[in-house]
């Protein structure tokens, strides 16, 4: 076997291998971009999952928001009546200590 012949060869199986390689980095491509649209089918380059995620994120955060103003709510509420509570508590002591130092004065 001539130089020649070996060097044709190599070069045979080197075009073979680019040729191979280049398919398979075609069909690597395509198998990417059918991924990707497969991912995001309104193609707006966001996953869908990733933005059913972040709506179910975002309702669940508006959720929370109002659940906390509704517990801000009932504890302002409750704090009105403790003091309430706290005043005619305070109005009665003062009434019995008015009426005990009347006795007081009256002995």
Known sequence: MDFKKIIDQVKDKAEDL???AEDLA????ARIKETRDS?????DGIPDAVQGLSEK??????????????????AEAKLDKVKADA????????ERLKSAGKDDKKA
């Open 57 to 74: 994120a975002k309702t669940m955060a508006a959720q929370a928001e109002e659940k906390a103003r509704e517990l801000a709510e009932q």
């Open 26 to 29: 075609e069909k690597a491509e």
């Open 87 to 94: 005043e005619k508590v305070v109005d009665s002591a003062r």
């Open 18 to 20: 680019k040729e191979k």
């Open 39 to 43: 991912l995001d089918k309104d193609h």
